[in-house]
């Protein structure tokens, strides 16, 4: 999950839930049904503040060969190997008011964030039928949304993952350990301090370009019933080697998320998904 997602649960509820390849059976080409969830993060990443949100919103799941939208992202697949899986994605966070974050009070608020990039998938191992371990290395323009389209840098987030799978997908869990880098000015966005905002407390500030975090996941879901699935996670985020640590804006050195939901698939395709030698 990138730092710009830490503003939002829902992208957080859905990722925890990213499942292992089927090998029982496949898995239909589209699901389409209702998440709920509530979830406490920070307010924004390295804020002393934490924000509680619910969120209850309807779902789609796309397998196609190509174009995919399922509970890691969306976007186009444009390789699919035994080992290697690169796709163009997308992800969206929500806004964050500055008034509700006294280190930001009188600052502009946080928008809405859409994130836009390359990401390549790599298998590393595969130690039983029912796990594999893989290493993730997504690549995102940001934009803000507010007022027209904003560009507002880029981010990296390499991050090493280990999901296990029970029996006909009855359960999910993946356990991940990865690092957000963002350049100047997606650091800039969220920690730099233009002299118009400076004040006795918030000196001026300029960020630079380098590590914004580093990040242990554990999250996992649980079919309660066929159309209804329970799911969690739990995030430790670290910022004590953050290239922006003097940032006014940056109070604390670490934080932690953590969330809980249900799914329900309303109605889900009688065809299966194909797959890529299909």
Do not use: C
């Not at 029982?24 to 406490?40: D, I, N």
């Not at 690092?179 to 300029?206: K, Q, W």
């Amino acid at each position: 999950m990138s730092v710009a997602r830490t503003l939002l649960a829902a992208s957080t509820l859905l990722a925890a839930m990213a499942p292992v390849r089927a090998v029982e059976q496949p898995l239909p080409l589209w699901e389409a049904g209702v998440f709920g969830g509530t979830a406490v993060t920070p307010a924004y990443p390295g804020a002393s503040e934490r924000s509680t949100r619910s969120l209850a919103l309807p779902y789609l799941i796309y397998r196609g060969k190509v174009l995919r939208a399922d509970r890691s992202g969306v976007g186009a697949r444009l390789l699919d190997t035994d080992r290697l899986d690169f796709d163009i994605g997308f992800a969206l966070s929500l806004p964050a008011r500055s008034s509700d974050v006294p280190a930001r009070r009188g600052m502009p608020d946080l928008g809405t964030l859409v994130e836009f990039g390359p990401r390549l998938k790599i298998k590393l191992a595969e130690p039983t039928q029912h796990s594999r371990l893989g290493l993730e290395l997504p690549l995102r323009a940001v934009i803000e949304a507010r007022g027209g389209l904003h560009r507002q840098g880029a981010m990296f987030e390499p991050r090493l993952v280990y999901a296990l799978q029970g029996e006909q997908q009855a359960w999910h869990v993946d356990a991940s350990v990865g690092a957000v880098l963002g350049n100047a000015a997606i650091n800039d966005y969220l920690y730099g301090v233009s002299p118009a905002f400076a004040t006795d407390g918030r000196p001026a500030y300029a960020a630079k370009s380098g590590l914004m975090l580093t990040h242990l996941g554990l999250g996992g879901s649980y079919r309660l019933q066929r159309d209804w699935r329970a799911f969690a996670f739990l995030r430790y985020d670290n910022y004590t080697g953050a290239a922006n640590r003097s940032s006014p804006l940056l109070r604390q050195n670490s934080g932690t998320s953590a969330g809980i939901g249900l799914m329900w698939t309303w109605q889900r395709s009688s065809r299966p998904a194909r797959g890529p030698d299909d």
